[in-house]
């Protein structure tokens, strides 16, 4: 397929209203911040132009999120200026916890240089290092947070974490992640733009975790997955599922994976003698599987921008 027909939908109702809510506290906690600590899984669609003023004026640390499952030939972010003079540095991290390097080990002594050696505005006066950890639902916020403390402080969660979009619904009283220097962080809700700027932003968010799945639709989404590792040749799909050949259409892949792993569903059938009771393939969790699949990165190693 050269195109795929996302079929008129409206990313409108994407958008929960405690968005809102936590948009408007951010703006405000904006002002206090010395520093950004922004998550991200996707290096472009991932980020949220609306706070893109803040991070101008503002030092500010990109956590690449997952890179150990990203394409290696596809790395559209790297370190340097940010939009309006913001100093900024790109951080990858990982989806295992094998890293040699822990992603943990390296925000803070970045984040201390960064406010270092730049201007405070109005906190010159004090010692204490603000942070405020932005992005989009669902991208591991409070797990870094979490981490941090773990790691520099020997205790245990202060905030509270999940494999899902929306566990943190407004902005959280600051959290102290680090005695010397003295560090806090504020977690803050996972915040969509208001108003996405195509579709297309919006299924590659979904296909993150990035939206809930049903308010996208798992077999819209696995379709558009389908796609998009067509349109990159990332072929991985065919030998994880045993497959002999791409296919171009999501039916006959998810007919196959519903059978090869016994996804069925009884369903009962109103007949002329009475109702039966009929074994079907279960195709929405066939979608579910090959989504998960995906994010698990058992289809190889995909950037979606």
């Given at each position: 397929?050269?195109?795929?027909?996302?079929?008129?939908?409206?990313?409108?109702?994407?958008f929960p209203r405690h968005m809102a809510k936590g948009l408007r506290q951010m703006r405000l906690a904006l002002?206090?911040?010395?520093?950004?600590?922004?998550?991200?899984?996707?290096?472009?669609?991932?980020?949220?132009?609306?706070?893109?003023?803040?991070?101008?004026?503002?030092?500010?640390?990109?956590?690449?999120?997952?890179?150990?499952?990203?394409?290696?030939?596809?790395?559209?972010?790297?370190?340097?200026?940010?939009?309006?003079?913001?100093?900024?540095?790109?951080?990858?991290?990982?989806?295992?916890?094998?890293?040699?390097?822990?992603?943990?080990?390296?925000?803070?002594?970045?984040?201390?240089?960064?406010?270092?050696?730049?201007?405070?505005?109005?906190?010159?006066?004090?010692?204490?290092?603000?942070?405020?950890?932005?992005?989009?639902?669902?991208?591991?916020?409070?797990?870094?947070?979490?981490?941090?403390?773990?790691?520099?402080?020997?205790?245990?969660?202060?905030?509270?974490?999940?494999?899902?979009?929306?566990?943190?619904?407004?902005?959280?009283?600051?959290?102290?992640?680090?005695?010397?220097?003295?560090?806090?962080?504020?977690?803050?809700?996972?915040?969509?733009?208001?108003?996405?700027?195509?579709?297309?932003?919006?299924?590659?968010?979904?296909?993150?975790?990035?939206?809930?799945?049903?308010?996208?639709?798992?077999?819209?989404?696995?379709?558009?997955?389908?796609?998009?590792?067509?349109?990159?040749?990332?072929?991985?799909?065919?030998?994880?599922?045993?497959?002999?050949?791409?296919?171009?259409?999501?039916?006959?892949?998810?007919?196959?994976?519903?059978?090869?792993?016994?996804?069925?569903?009884?369903?009962?059938?109103?007949?002329?003698?009475?109702?039966?009771?009929?074994?079907?393939?279960?195709?929405?969790?066939?979608?579910?599987?090959?989504?998960?699949?995906?994010?698990?990165?058992?289809?190889?190693?995909?950037?979606?921008?």
């Amino acid at each position: 397929r050269e195109r795929f027909d996302f079929g008129g939908r409206d990313v409108a109702s994407w958008f929960p209203r405690h968005m809102a809510k936590g948009l408007r506290q951010m703006r405000l906690a904006l002002r206090r911040a010395d520093c950004l600590v922004e998550r991200s899984h996707i290096p472009l669609s991932g980020r949220n132009p609306a706070l893109q003023e803040a991070l101008g004026i503002r030092p500010h640390v990109l956590v690449l999120n997952k890179m150990d499952l990203a394409d290696r030939r596809r790395q559209p972010v790297s370190a340097g200026a940010g939009p309006g003079g913001g100093s900024r540095v790109a951080v990858p991290a990982r989806a295992q916890s094998d890293s040699p390097v822990p992603v943990p080990l390296q925000v803070v002594p970045m984040v201390a240089k960064l406010v270092a050696d730049g201007p405070r505005y109005h906190r010159a006066e004090s010692s204490e290092h603000n942070i405020l950890v932005i992005g989009v639902p669902n991208v591991g916020k409070s797990s870094l947070i979490n981490s941090l403390r773990r790691l520099h402080l020997k205790k245990g969660k202060a905030t509270a974490v999940g494999g899902e979009p929306g566990i943190t619904k407004a902005v959280l009283s600051r959290i102290q992640v680090c005695e010397k220097p003295q560090m806090y962080l504020v977690d803050t809700p996972g915040v969509l733009p208001p108003r996405l700027g195509d579709v297309e932003t919006g299924m590659k968010l979904a296909l993150c975790g990035a939206i809930h799945d049903h308010l996208v639709g798992e077999d819209i989404m696995a379709d558009y997955l389908l796609y998009t590792l067509n349109k990159q040749q990332q072929f991985g799909y065919v030998q994880h599922y045993r497959l002999g050949q791409p296919c171009d259409h999501i039916e006959p892949l998810l007919k196959h994976v519903a059978l090869s792993q016994g996804r069925t569903q009884k369903v009962k059938v109103l007949t002329g003698t009475g109702n039966v009771n009929m074994m079907m393939l279960n195709y929405p969790a066939a979608a579910y599987e090959f989504l998960r699949d995906f994010r698990a990165g058992r289809l190889g190693r995909v950037t979606l921008d």
